[in-house]
């Protein structure tokens, strides 16, 4: 109950007192306060100040306008010379903070808008600036340094690895700057120093080999081994499987016994690598020559891109070969050069981790026999996997799917299990790392082991570092990190995976309607731990997890072993009977659980949509009437009813501290059809009435005995500003209307500091509510801090 009985004073005169506005909103008008609205609890216990107005953000382009300017002038790099549109928003998806407090919204267009700085209200489109590859708009995370975005089968990368700065229009699925890399090499002769039959004698345009040539067949340039200063170099023609080699030009003088031939190969410097990528490159990477203080071997061209034909170790060393086109004939160099001789790695795009096919292939045994597919433990591909290394889902041409382990750079899928059943030897394989049959991937990263996790149907997926010896992430090189179409799975058949959370050192996954546990190491959930109604979404606070589901307004704890029902949003609040709740976003913000609910009837007409508060403080699961503190922080910007074919989706986003002091945090919300916006926390009050409290129905008499009262009164914490007003309704039961009590500004005649009263005009009820409405002036605002009503007895 809000309300008591109070003796005024040694003559027996009594009133009703209706205080207790930090209780909240209680499960029935009859049990306690029926409704909070756009009023704030927290800042002062017991008492009700009016909360801060809702606006929508400012949705940029990001581009600066350059106003009446008509032509491109100098140094205006960034402008625009016509008057930008308004930028929209779709339906709200998905959130993502960075750990400098920018937030990033995610639409159900495939727009990201990003936050101009902290505490700003502008938000700007990322555009695709060309880099874009697909428009996804199912899932959006935040992780080492890069904005990443899931959906139109793919994960997209955003950033050069710097942070938020890096984060922009100009910088979608580009190679980062740190992932640069340039080695010290040097020439050698350990390699490819080949003997023919005999003697050379001067004058000779052709020999025989030792043995046949195993390379690719072409023309190379070689260099006769004669024991003089200045020996003979030719471009001889070596044909693959044969011994004899021909030139042009005879020999000027004879050679060893027997003849050789040299030619120069590169090598590389051990531990001289600049930039990040410390690990082995791989064949076919592309690199660059450059030389200080001297010259290239003759062979290479500065500037000139080659591809490498064998791996080369940065840290320990070794001879390497390259081409001039990708699997091509090596180049052979006829002398050493001079200076310091730098081998670079250009810029590439950033590969994204995306579903492919594969069309050819093998199955093998773990022999390394070919088999027929069945009871095989490995596919043999005809082209090395250029993508993450990682567990991949493949379905065959028959439709079967099983779990293969690529590696970067090799042939040999190896299967998690082996085939059981007869596989097609031939047709099209689908290769997939997200799964298409999800609209949302909800994104977790774990405080746990520090990787990003993501829903994946009946999976959850992830994308970790490669570890120790490469600790920094980098899109751009697939080395740097291993990816998972399923790490886990929830065990029920047929479930999916909706959320995600920490809890204690393991993960709480949510499913359909049953919530599991996971250590991160096992390959299988513990036994599931049931809900009972179709979850939305999960958070953990304080170490108790809070579940959201079904549509009655449950909001459930668990300590991952079980879940019980913590609170019900009362269907009073919607002002319908049996109202159908459904959920958006939810944060931790002010130490309470806030969360976006939108109502609506059987019929499926929107009635209302906001964002609410709970207190979840542990008192709460044994004493949820006293302890509830349910109050709805805000109605959107918009009002508050959506219009028809609004999306439920949506996003809460934290912003403690603010920079301007007040309570101030963001959300995302969509009002009809594809039409999505975000909130915010002005420095104004609401000025219209917005906020209201509606109390107890109150039973202040019998049909034997009904009761009429003489006045009634608020009081306030501090009086009321210039432009402040309060105004009071009453009504005898739950289906009259209200009836005005009256208004209270400074300018009422029996204005008191702290308080006014009216005639009540309550005459023969059995039952009362009061309704308080406030109006804020448009600046320098009491914050109208009301403390109690009184509803005085009699004519006193």
């Known amino acids: 109950m809000s309300y008591r009985i109070d003796n005024e004073n040694q003559s027996g005169n009594k009133s009703i007192v209706i205080d207790g506005w930090e209780k909240g909103i209680a499960s029935s008008p009859y049990t306690g306060i029926a409704n909070i609205r756009n009023l704030a609890t927290a800042w002062y216990p017991s008492v009700a100040y009016v909360n801060y107005k809702r606006l929508p953000v400012t949705l940029s382009d990001g581009h600066f306008y350059a106003g009446t300017h008509s032509i491109n002038v100098s140094n ?17 998806i998905a959130k993502a903070t960075s750990p400098a407090g920018l937030n990033y919204v995610l639409d159900s267009n495939g727009n990201i808008f990003k936050q101009n700085s902290v505490n700003s209200s502008t938000f700007s489109i990322l555009e695709n600036g060309g880099g874009r590859l697909g428009n996804g708009s199912g899932g959006l995370a935040y992780w080492n340094n890069y904005l990443i975005v899931f959906g139109d089968g793919m994960i997209e990368f955003c950033g050069n690895g710097t942070g938020d700065s890096g984060v922009t229009s100009a910088n979608w699925n580009i190679i980062s700057p740190l992932a640069t890399t340039s080695i010290q090499v040097q020439s050698t002769l350990e390699l490819f120093s080949i003997s023919f039959t005999g003697e050379l004698m001067s004058g000779a345009t052709g020999g025989t080999l030792a043995s046949n040539w195993g390379g690719v067949s072409g023309t190379y340039t070689c260099q006769f081994t004669t024991g003089t200063p200045t020996p003979d170099v030719r471009n001889i023609t070596f044909t693959n499987g044969s011994a004899t080699v021909t030139w042009t030009g005879g020999l000027t003088q004879n050679t060893s016994t027997p003849a050789q031939i040299d030619m120069y190969q590169m090598s590389a410097v051990p531990n001289t690598f600049s930039g990040y990528n410390n690990f082995n490159s791989n064949t076919n990477t592309p690199v660059v020559f450059s030389v200080t ?3 290239l071997p003759t062979g290479i061209t500065a500037g000139t891109t080659y591809y490498l034909l064998n791996s080369v170790d940065y840290v320990n060393g070794g001879v390497f070969t390259f081409s001039s086109t990708p699997g091509g004939k090596f180049i052979a160099l006829t002398n050493t050069g001079s200076g310091t001789i730098t081998m670079s790695f250009p810029p ?3 590969p994204p981790i995306q579903n492919t096919t594969i069309t050819g292939f093998s199955w093998v045994s773990n022999t390394g026999s070919i088999v027929s597919g069945n009871g095989a433990t490995a596919l043999t591909l005809t082209s090395p996997w250029v993508g993450a290394s990682g567990t991949y889902s493949i ?7 099983f779990f293969g382990i690529f590696t970067y750079d090799s042939l040999t899928v190896v299967l998690v299990t082996p085939a059981t059943y007869q596989a097609p030897s031939s047709g099209t394989f689908l290769v997939q790392i997200v799964n298409p049959g999800n609209s949302i991937y909800k994104t977790w990263n774990s405080k746990v082991d520090g990787n990003l ?4 149907g009946h999976f959850i997926g992830r994308i970790v570092t490669a570890g120790a010896s490469v600790p920094i992430f980098i899109p751009s090189i697939p080395q740097t990190y291993y990816v998972a179409y399923g790490v886990v799975a929830v065990a029920e058949v047929g479930d999916t995976a909706i959320d995600m959370t920490d809890l204690r050192g393991q993960m709480i996954i949510a499913g359909n309607f049953d919530t599991y546990v996971w250590d991160y190491q096992s390959t299988s959930v513990f036994a599931p731990n049931p809900v009972g109604e179709q979850i939305t979404g999960l958070i953990n606070i304080l170490n108790n ?8 307004g449950n909001v459930y704890v668990s300590n991952g072993a079980s879940a019980q029902v913590l609170y019900k949003l009362p269907d009073y609040v919607a002002g319908t009977i049996d109202p159908i709740w459904s959920y958006g976003g939810y944060m931790f913000h002010r130490g309470k659980l806030y969360f976006q609910a939108t109502a609506s009837n059987t019929s499926g007409n929107n009635i209302l949509a906001g964002v609410f508060s709970l207190n979840v403080s542990a008192t709460l699961v044994t004493d949820v009437e006293t302890s509830g503190s349910l109050i709805m922080e805000a109605q959107n910007s918009y009002g508050l009813t959506p219009a028809s074919g609004s999306s439920t989706m949506g996003v809460l986003m934290d912003n403690e501290p603010s920079s301007n002091g007040q309570d101030s945090y963001y959300s995302a919300w969509s009002n009809g059809s594809n039409i999505g916006g975000i909130d915010y926390n002005s420095t104004t009050l609401w000025q219209n009435n917005e906020p209201f409290i509606e109390t107890d129905i109150i039973p202040i008499g019998t049909i034997l005995s009904k009761q009429s009262f003489g006045r009634i009164e608020y009081k306030l914490d501090r009086p009321l500003a210039v432009g402040d007003s309060i105004t009071m309704y009453w009504r005898p039961s739950l289906t009259d209307s209200y009836v005005q009590i009256g208004t209270g500004t400074t300018a009422t005649s029996n204005y008191l500091p702290l308080s006014a009263d009216f005639p009540s005009n309550i005459t023969q009820a059995q039952w009362a509510q009061f309704k308080i409405t406030f109006s804020c002036a448009s600046s320098g605002s009491s914050f109208i801090p009301l403390r109690e009503v009184r509803l005085h007895y009699g004519n006193q």
Do not use: E
């Open 76 to 92: 205006n790099a960034g402008w625009i010379f016509n008057v930008p549109s308004n930028m929209s928003m779709g339906n709200p």
């Open 545 to 552: 997890v809070y579940i959201f589901a079904g549509q009655k």
């Open 453 to 456: 996790y993501f829903t994946n």
């Open 395 to 401: 379905t065959d041409p028959s439709g079967n799917q």
């Open 293 to 295: 203080g001297g010259t």
């Open 348 to 350: 590439a795009n950033v």
